[in-house]
């Protein structure tokens, strides 16, 4: 656990390899709650002033507040005062953009649930480290990035470092999807309404209207309009296309839609 006195990780303005921008991250993100915020924000900010500068600054100065509020406006996308991993992948220049690169493979909500599907094979409702090493595999070939088996094995490693909290080789869904940028990010929008596996099992019931063991997408439509009904018709077709991107030919079987709408049971 980071102390009061240690010393951050070398802050620098030169190629980060993946497993520096990690540690990176995980210095300042104090309290391991996805974001750089608060005290830590500040104290990211001076440090990356002070690499630009190649000397001390003082946060107390003016001068300093108004450059942070410009750095803010320029990285902050959604404005939320807090800087999170895909905002800090375009801040610190790190080894062949890798984490770009992940938001080039998969730039949308739909996409990323597409992909997912595609890569959680066994559909445990997670992505284990050999279906990751696949998934990383095909990114770097889409995105047309050279890469050899350590480098492979290296971009798994430092996924896996970042994600799984509980050192069980695993990614949850949830976890993987910080790597979209905020505003594609569809499944921060369900983290107030996560539900256990009874009430799960119950809401399924109730909107599986014709007892066929799946829900449609006209079920769904019925019951994301129940979960939110504050939400406009367009955020709702852009929630339903991001969920229906794990269905079987439109069919959305118990175990996707799990996924999406209980707790995680790892957290």
Same mark, same amino acid.
């Given at each position: 656990?980071?102390?009061?006195?240690?010393?951050?990780?070398?802050?620098?303005?030169?190629?980060?390899? &993946? &497993?520096?921008?990690?540690?990176?991250?995980?210095?300042?993100?104090?309290?391991?709650?996805? $974001?750089?915020?608060?005290?830590?924000?500040?104290?990211?900010?001076?440090? @990356?002033?002070?690499?630009?500068?190649?000397?001390?600054?003082?946060?107390?100065?003016?001068?300093?507040?108004?450059?942070?509020?410009?750095?803010?406006?320029?990285?902050?996308?959604?404005?939320?005062?807090?800087?999170?991993?895909?905002? @800090?992948?375009?801040?610190?220049?790190?080894?062949?953009?890798?984490?770009? +690169?992940?938001?080039?493979?998969?730039?949308?909500?739909?996409?990323?649930?597409?992909?997912?599907?595609? $890569?959680?094979?066994?559909?445990?409702?997670?992505?284990?480290?050999?279906?990751?090493?696949?998934?990383?595999?095909?990114?770097?070939?889409?995105?047309?990035?050279?890469?050899? &088996?350590?480098?492979?094995?290296?971009?798994?490693?430092?996924?896996?470092?970042?994600?799984?909290?509980?050192?069980?080789?695993?990614?949850? @869904?949830?976890?993987?999807?910080?790597? @979209?940028?905020?505003?594609?990010?569809?499944?921060?929008?369900?983290?107030?309404?996560?539900?256990?596996?009874?009430?799960?099992?119950?809401?399924?019931?109730? $909107?599986?209207?014709?007892?066929?063991?799946?829900?449609?997408?006209?079920?769904?439509?019925?019951?994301?309009?129940?979960?939110?009904?504050?939400?406009?018709?367009?955020?709702?077709?852009?929630?339903?296309?991001?969920?229906?991107?794990?269905?079987?030919?439109?069919?959305? $079987?118990?175990?996707?839609?799990?996924?999406?709408? +209980?707790?995680?049971?790892?957290?």
């Amino acid at each position: 656990m980071a102390t009061q006195t240690q010393q951050p990780p070398h802050l620098r303005l030169a190629e980060l390899t &993946a &497993a520096q921008f990690v540690d990176i991250w995980k210095h300042f993100d104090a309290d391991g709650n996805g $974001y750089i915020e608060g005290k830590e924000l500040e104290n990211f900010f001076k440090e @990356l002033e002070t690499a630009r500068r190649g000397a001390g600054v003082d946060p107390s100065h003016a001068a300093f507040k108004e450059k942070m509020k410009e750095f803010m406006a320029n990285f902050d996308k959604n404005a939320d005062g807090r800087i999170e991993m895909s905002e @800090l992948a375009q801040i610190l220049p790190t080894e062949e953009n890798f984490l770009l +690169c992940f938001r080039e493979f998969v730039g949308s909500s739909a996409e990323f649930m597409a992909a997912w599907r595609r $890569y959680d094979t066994d559909r445990s409702g997670y992505i284990e480290s050999n279906e990751l090493e696949g998934f990383l595999s095909d990114l770097l070939k889409k995105a047309n990035r050279n890469y050899d &088996a350590k480098k492979l094995n290296d971009y798994t490693q430092t996924i896996l470092r970042m994600f799984d909290l509980n050192g069980d080789g695993k990614l949850g @869904l949830s976890e993987m999807a910080r790597l @979209l940028p905020v505003e594609e990010n569809f499944l921060l929008k369900f983290q107030g309404i996560r539900l256990t596996v009874k009430e799960f099992n119950s809401l399924f019931v109730l $909107y599986d209207k014709d007892g066929n063991g799946y829900i449609d997408e006209q079920e769904l439509d019925a019951l994301l309009k129940d979960l939110w009904q504050d939400v406009d018709s367009t955020g709702l077709v852009d929630y339903k296309k991001s969920i229906m991107a794990l269905s079987d030919g439109g069919k959305l $079987y118990r175990a996707e839609l799990e996924i999406v709408l +209980c707790r995680d049971s790892t957290l």
